[in-house]
């Protein structure tokens, strides 16, 4: 993944200023900033949703917004919203996806298992808990087994028994190059590579995680 | 891309008995409507283009009411960013939210057109049926293409209560009064007439003029 110069507006503010970046395959990025910060802008252009109003962008070895099609079947992209209708269930959801993915429909049923919602999961959407619709949508995001996983605050809303279960999905384990937005310094830095703090759309500072403290990241907050 | 807009279809159909949000809205506007011209006609029997024109009217304000909700569910759900991280041709969408729209369209005519003839209509509906059902089809296809054009750009939008009229009511004139005028001698007193080919044929240029446009430009209302 490497970006040179990527920025992007929305109108006349500018929400992602300048970011030079470069990420090998199967390595992690996490992203710090205050609310605001440009990180979901960053988690969105890199997911082929918002276009690069500035710069370069590389995702998967593909140049975008052109080689968006290319790549958008290997991305995994986990944001706020779970991107799943309520009035359907967790497996008819999941189900959905699959059939646009072209995934074999036995995978739902081992996505469903792997996040601990099996039981639950014929249950509508609307019906369930914050925690399990961000596990159904940790299920969502991983359902095609993507070589990219772009995830915002993943473990939001999981206790620690479901952000524990779900760790091998979408951890450093999983195998897939990653890009982790956090307002958690500790546990952002687990499992990362490279933090990139931005601040006021931004880049605060980029180095690898062995190079940055608590300090460095709290800064980003005052 | 078929077995794509086959699942869009089918989550599409699903929703909808679920949630039942638009064909009982629209099958009861419809037969209000229909009741509201009863009485403010007083008349209880029109027959020929004020009958064509008070059927096809009614059923194009009610297809307003589908319009506005046919992307809701995308657009506070999250379905939008979802399908466009598949891999898959985004016209699919488009021609699966207008074929949702037709059967939405078709499902309110089975309830809409025994009221419009029990409350409305002079000649019997029966000698007339088979060919109003083939005017219906056409203008049911174009409302559904155009509606569904117009809805992918309004849900863009805050107003979108107001976009859906202000853009769809003008672009569905020439549907209207094709459907309108075809409808005429179908309804006259004294035995339904032949269909006009002429009117048919206008109906169905625009239908197709439409779905070519529509092709064309979806992609670029669903882009950022």
Same mark, same amino acid.
């Given at each position: 993944m490497q970006l040179r110069g990527a920025g992007r507006r929305y109108g006349e503010r500018?929400?992602?200023?300048?970011v030079t970046l470069e990420l090998e395959a199967g390595r992690t990025l996490v992203v710090f900033g205050p609310n605001g910060a440009g990180k979901t802008t960053l988690l969105r252009m890199l997911a082929t949703l918002l276009r690069p109003h500035a710069g370069e962008v590389r995702v998967l070895g593909r140049p975008l917004p052109d080689d968006g099609y290319a790549v958008r079947g290997r991305i995994g992209f986990l944001s706020h919203?779970?991107?799943?209708?309520?009035?359907?269930s967790g497996r008819e959801n999941l189900r959905f996806y699959a059939r646009l993915h072209r995934v074999a429909p036995a995978r739902v049923d081992a996505v469903l298992e792997a996040v601990g919602m099996t039981g639950r999961?014929?249950?509508? &959407?609307?019906?369930?808990s914050r925690g399990m619709i961000q596990r159904l949508a940790i299920a969502r995001a991983v359902l095609h087994e993507p070589d990219l996983l772009l995830l915002d605050?993943?473990?939001?809303?999981?206790?620690p028994a479901a952000a524990a279960q779900v760790a091998p999905l979408i951890?450093?384990?999983?195998g897939a190059t990653r890009v982790v937005t956090s307002h958690d310094p500790a546990g952002g830095l687990q499992g990362a590579d490279l933090a990139l703090g931005l601040k006021a759309a931004r880049v605060a500072f980029l180095a690898p995680t062995a190079e940055i403290g608590p300090a460095q990241i709290g800064e980003l907050y005052r | 891309m078929r077995s794509t807009v086959a699942t869009l279809l089918a989550k599409e159909l699903t929703l909808e008995w679920r949630t039942r949000e638009s064909v009982p809205a629209m099958v009861l506007f419809s037969i209000a409507t229909y009741v509201v011209f009863h009485f403010g006609l007083d008349r209880d029997r029109v027959t020929g283009d004020l009958a064509s024109g008070v059927l096809v009217v009614t059923l194009l304000f009610a297809a307003i009411l589908g319009i506005n909700r046919l992307f809701v569910a995308e657009h506070e759900q999250g379905g939008f960013d979802g399908f466009l991280l598949a891999? &898959?041709?985004?016209?699919a969408m488009l021609v699966a939210k207008a074929v949702a729209l037709f059967c939405f369209l078709c499902i309110v005519e089975v309830f809409a057109l025994p009221a419009f003839a029990l409350l409305l209509l002079g000649p019997p509906l029966t000698q007339a049926l088979p060919a109003l059902v083939l005017v219906l089809l056409l203008a049911n296809a174009g409302i559904a293409v155009i509606g569904t054009l117009v809805a992918g750009l309004a849900i863009q939008t805050r107003a979108r209560d107001l976009i859906v009229p202000l853009l769809a009511l003008p672009l569905l004139v020439p549907v209207v009064l094709a459907a309108a005028r075809s409808a005429t001698p179908l309804l006259q007193d004294g035995g339904a007439g032949a269909l006009p080919g002429n009117w048919m044929a206008m109906l169905a240029i625009y239908d197709l003029l439409f779905a070519l446009i529509a092709f064309a430009v979806f992609d670029f209302l669903l882009e950022d």
């Open positions: 500018a929400a992602l200023r300048d919203e779970a991107l799943l209708y309520r009035e359907l999961g014929d249950d509508p &959407v609307a019906e369930l605050e993943p473990l939001a809303n999981l206790d951890g450093p384990d999983s | 891999p &898959v041709d985004r016209t």
